[in-house]
């Protein structure tokens, strides 16, 4: 989705420094607001067609960034420092798109005297957030929630990092196998072409025709095609990212359970999704439980981070007995989530310490989640080395192919 961005000079209202920049906005006069409110007398804004068009959406925090914001906040709150004092700071701590979400609930705190979940709301904070922190508002316990919201976001964080690292070997693969490809078609294939002019064209195979009419677009516009295969290494590069793994291991998981004769195969995926999404459920079940939300809303806010679309659908489920009057570990029990995480659920509610019992299985489930994400590491350079060498022998077999018909 675009954004419609708009450029603007102005000076700092509390360094006085002349600063520049863009900021997205339905209008001029709109942006100009949102840059008083970031503290910023606009000097002159004007409409920039360039950063429209390659601003598809709005940045969003890392975990890692959202962790050490929240930090500030906790660590305010367990020191008892006022919260207009953390404020002056918090935007010297980041840089780009957090160091603007910094700037604006400074703004906000000290301007308008917002109350924090508030603020979370209007800067755009995961919805996670800004509901367990207005729960903590009301119901008091606003440490706790913070600590275990730094807790939460410091476990995705670690995860997401993990999986970062694994990822690395699959997008260094996939960007060679796109160079090697048009290595081939470049220099090697336009080699034999007068062999192959020899041969009827009803003998030459259609992946040869294929290899033969690359092959004379790229030597036509060398420099463009050049230019086309960087640019196609780096879409792939920038694809391959961690919602992009995960959906692919979910729709796995997936195919799994429908077809369980395939169930050995993807039995390595099934352990990791499984203990990912787990580990993902018990620490936000114990976050928002702790935070006093009421169960349906608890459920409705995990199915937002869960990723496989079985769990979805569970949990749309496990709302709607929650709703009709039955305890979190029946209706858990009723969607068909797995025996331990309802054994666990169904201990921490009859023994009234859910929060203990959640984070219990969490703790071992991250451990799980550990190995699993080493399993899929060693599974990984497997399937690619497969895909590799499927590509690099289907090629070779469309260069040998004709000449083998001539020395026949």
């Given at each position: 989705?675009f954004?419609?961005?708009y450029?603007?000079?102005?000076?700092?209202?509390?360094?006085?420094?002349?600063?520049?920049?863009?900021?997205?906005a339905?209008?001029?006069?709109?942006?100009?607001?949102?840059?008083?409110?970031?503290?910023?007398?606009?000097?002159?804004?004007?409409?920039?067609?360039?950063?429209?068009?390659?601003?598809?959406?709005?940045?969003e925090?890392?975990?890692?960034?959202?962790?050490?914001?929240?930090?500030a906040?906790?660590?305010a709150?367990?020191?008892?420092i006022?919260?207009?004092?953390?404020?002056?700071?918090l935007?010297?701590?980041?840089?780009?798109?957090?160091?603007?979400k910094?700037?604006?609930?400074?703004?906000?705190?000290?301007?308008e005297?917002?109350?924090l979940?508030?603020?979370?709301?209007?800067?755009?904070?995961?919805?996670?957030?800004?509901?367990?922190?207005?729960a903590a508002?009301?119901?008091?316990?606003?440490e706790?929630?913070?600590?275990?919201?730094?807790?939460?976001?410091d476990?995705?964080?670690?995860?997401?990092?993990?999986?970062?690292?694994?990822?690395?070997?699959?997008?260094?693969?996939?960007?060679?196998?796109?160079?090697?490809?048009?290595?081939?078609?470049?220099?090697?294939?336009?080699?034999?072409?007068d062999?192959?002019?020899n041969?009827?064209?009803?003998?030459?195979?259609?992946?040869?025709?294929?290899?033969?009419?690359?092959?004379?677009?790229?030597?036509?516009?060398?420099?463009?095609?050049?230019?086309?295969?960087?640019?196609?290494?780096?879409?792939?590069?920038?694809t391959?990212?961690?919602?992009?793994?995960?959906?692919f291991?979910?729709?796995?998981?997936?195919?799994?359970?429908?077809?369980?004769?395939l169930?050995?195969?993807?039995?390595?995926?099934?352990?990791?999704?499984d203990?990912?999404?787990?580990?993902k459920?018990?620490?936000?079940l114990?976050?928002?439980?702790?935070?006093?939300?009421?169960?349906?809303?608890?459920?409705?806010?995990?199915?937002?981070?869960?990723?496989t679309?079985?769990?979805?659908?569970?949990?749309d489920?496990a709302?709607?007995?929650?709703?009709?009057?039955l305890?979190?570990?029946?209706?858990?029990?009723?969607?068909?989530?797995?025996?331990?995480?309802?054994?666990?659920?169904?201990?921490?509610?009859?023994?009234?310490?859910?929060?203990?019992?959640?984070?219990?299985?969490?703790?071992?489930?991250e451990?799980?989640?550990?190995?699993?994400?080493?399993?899929?590491?060693?599974?990984?350079?497997?399937l690619?080395?497969?895909?590799?060498?499927?590509?690099?022998?289907?090629?070779?077999?469309?260069?040998?192919?004709?000449?083998?018909?001539?020395?026949?």
């Open positions: 989705m954004k419609i961005m450029k603007y000079y102005g000076t700092d209202n509390t360094t006085g420094k002349q600063v520049k920049g863009y900021i997205p339905p209008n001029a006069k709109k942006a100009k607001e949102l840059l008083s409110e970031l503290g910023i007398t606009a000097s002159s804004v004007s409409f920039s067609l360039l950063k429209t068009l390659t601003s598809f959406r709005e940045k925090l890392s975990s890692y960034e959202l962790k050490d914001l929240m930090f906040f906790y660590n709150q367990k020191s008892g006022s919260m207009r004092m953390i404020v002056d700071s935007p010297d701590m980041f840089s780009g798109e957090a160091k603007k910094a700037e604006r609930i400074r703004y906000y705190i000290k301007n005297g917002l109350q979940s508030l603020v979370f709301k209007k800067v755009g904070l995961p919805d996670f957030i800004v509901h367990s922190v207005e508002e009301v119901g008091g316990g606003l706790e929630v913070l600590e275990k919201v730094v807790k939460v976001l476990i995705m964080a670690k995860s997401e990092a993990e999986l970062k690292k694994a990822l690395l070997y699959p997008k260094i693969v996939l960007v060679l196998i796109v160079f090697v490809i048009f290595f081939i078609d470049w220099k090697i294939v336009p080699q034999l072409k062999l192959y002019a041969i009827p064209d009803y003998l030459l195979p259609g992946g040869t025709k294929l290899l033969m009419s690359m092959s004379e677009k790229i030597n036509k516009a060398p420099s463009v095609s050049i230019a086309l295969a960087i640019g196609i290494a780096v879409f792939l590069w920038k391959v990212t961690v919602n992009i793994f995960l959906a291991v979910s729709s796995i998981h997936t195919l799994g359970e429908k077809l369980p004769s169930k050995p195969l993807v039995k390595r995926f099934s352990e990791f999704i203990s990912y999404e787990t580990m459920i018990c620490y936000f114990d976050l928002l439980h702790s935070a006093g939300i009421k169960p349906n809303k608890v459920v409705e806010h995990i199915r937002s981070i869960v990723s679309r079985s769990n979805k659908k569970k949990l489920i709302k709607r007995h929650i709703e009709s009057g305890p979190i570990f029946k209706s858990f029990e009723y969607a068909g989530f797995d025996k331990q995480l309802v054994g666990f659920i169904r201990a921490g509610e009859e023994q009234n310490g859910l929060s203990f019992y959640m984070r219990a299985l969490a703790e071992y489930k451990r799980s989640f550990a190995e699993a994400i080493e399993k899929v590491k060693t599974i990984i350079p497997m690619l080395m497969i895909l590799a060498s499927s590509i690099i022998v289907s090629i070779m077999f469309y260069i040998i192919a004709p000449l083998y018909n001539i020395t026949g």
